[in-house]
C-alpha cells in the first residue's frame, strides 16, 4: 500500500519546501501541482484544451515561476473543466509506491480526500512575500500585491476552494526556520507510518 502525503496552503507558505523535503527523506516521489495550472496559464489559447493535452514537457519551461505565470495559473485553475482534466493525473501519480507527496491547494480536500497525512501550511502575508520575492528575484510589495490576489482568487472560486481539510495538521511557519518546519513535517509522517 503506498503512503500519500497532501500539502496544501496559500502562495508561497513553505509547502513545497517541507514537500521536497519530505519527499527525499522517505524515497517518496513528489509533484508541484501548482506546475500543471502554471504550465495551462503559460500555454495561452484555450484552457481547456491546454489541459487536456499537457504533456511532462510543458511542465520544464523556465518561464513557469514568475508572479504572472503565477497569476494566469490562478486565472486558469479557477475553470472547473481544467481542474478535471487535471484529475487523473494527479491521482495515479499519488498512488505510487512507496509513497508520494503532493503539493498544492487542493490535494487534501478533493484530490485525495483519503491521503495518510494532510498538512496545511501557512505563514503571514509579509513573510510569504518576502520569500517568495527572494526566491525568484521580484519586487517585495509587487509581489505581496500578487500573492493577495492570488489567494483571494483561489479561495473565493467555487471550483475546489484553497481551504483547509477537516482533518488537516495546520502548520504555520511565519516564526519557523526551514528546518523547523520540516522536523515537525517529517514528526507528523513518522507518527502515521
Ligand atoms: O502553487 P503555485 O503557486 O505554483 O500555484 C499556482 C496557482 O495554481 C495557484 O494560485 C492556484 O490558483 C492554482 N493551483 C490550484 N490547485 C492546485 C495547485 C495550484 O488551483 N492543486
Redesign the pocket.
Same mark, same amino acid.
Given at each position: 500500500m503506498s503512503f500519500t502525503i497532501a500539502i496544501?496552503g496559500?502562495?508561497?507558505s513553505g509547502?513545497?519546501t517541507i514537500a521536497r523535503a519530505i519527499a527525499r527523506r522517505f524515497g517518496f516521489h513528489h509533484l508541484?501541482?501548482?506546475?500543471?495550472?502554471?504550465a495551462v496559464?503559460a500555454r495561452g489559447g484555450d484552457p481547456v484544451a491546454a489541459a487536456r493535452a499537457l504533456t511532462g514537457a510543458d511542465l520544464t519551461r523556465d518561464d513557469?515561476?514568475s508572479n504572472e505565470?503565477?497569476?494566469a495559473?490562478?486565472?486558469?485553475?479557477?475553470i472547473p473543466e481544467v481542474?478535471d482534466a487535471l484529475t487523473d493525473f494527479?491521482r495515479r501519480f499519488a498512488a505510487q509506491e512507496p509513497g508520494a507527496v503532493? &503539493?498544492? =491547494? /487542493?490535494?487534501g480536500t478533493v484530490?485525495c480526500p483519503d491521503a495518510d497525512l494532510k498538512l496545511y501550511v501557512i505563514a503571514s502575508d509579509e513573510v510569504r512575500a518576502q520569500r517568495r520575492a527572494a526566491e525568484i528575484g521580484a519586487d517585495p510589495a509587487a509581489t505581496l500585491a500578487a500573492l493577495r490576489e492570488? &489567494?483571494a =482568487? /483561489?479561495s473565493a472560486?467555487s471550483a475546489?476552494p484553497?481551504r483547509p481539510a477537516a482533518d488537516a495538521v495546520i502548520l504555520d511557519t511565519t516564526e519557523m526556520s526551514v528546518t523547523d518546519a520540516v522536523t515537525r513535517a517529517i514528526a507528523e509522517v513518522r507518527a502515521r507510518l
Amino acid at each position: 500500500m503506498s503512503f500519500t502525503i497532501a500539502i496544501d496552503g496559500p502562495a508561497a507558505s513553505g509547502k513545497g519546501t517541507i514537500a521536497r523535503a519530505i519527499a527525499r527523506r522517505f524515497g517518496f516521489h513528489h509533484l508541484d501541482t501548482g506546475l500543471l495550472y502554471r504550465a495551462v496559464g503559460a500555454r495561452g489559447g484555450d484552457p481547456v484544451a491546454a489541459a487536456r493535452a499537457l504533456t511532462g514537457a510543458d511542465l520544464t519551461r523556465d518561464d513557469l515561476r514568475s508572479n504572472e505565470a503565477g497569476q494566469a495559473a490562478s486565472r486558469v485553475a479557477a475553470i472547473p473543466e481544467v481542474r478535471d482534466a487535471l484529475t487523473d493525473f494527479q491521482r495515479r501519480f499519488a498512488a505510487q509506491e512507496p509513497g508520494a507527496v503532493l &503539493d498544492g =491547494r /487542493d490535494i487534501g480536500t478533493v484530490i485525495c480526500p483519503d491521503a495518510d497525512l494532510k498538512l496545511y501550511v501557512i505563514a503571514s502575508d509579509e513573510v510569504r512575500a518576502q520569500r517568495r520575492a527572494a526566491e525568484i528575484g521580484a519586487d517585495p510589495a509587487a509581489t505581496l500585491a500578487a500573492l493577495r490576489e492570488r &489567494d483571494a =482568487r /483561489d479561495s473565493a472560486r467555487s471550483a475546489a476552494p484553497l481551504r483547509p481539510a477537516a482533518d488537516a495538521v495546520i502548520l504555520d511557519t511565519t516564526e519557523m526556520s526551514v528546518t523547523d518546519a520540516v522536523t515537525r513535517a517529517i514528526a507528523e509522517v513518522r507518527a502515521r507510518l
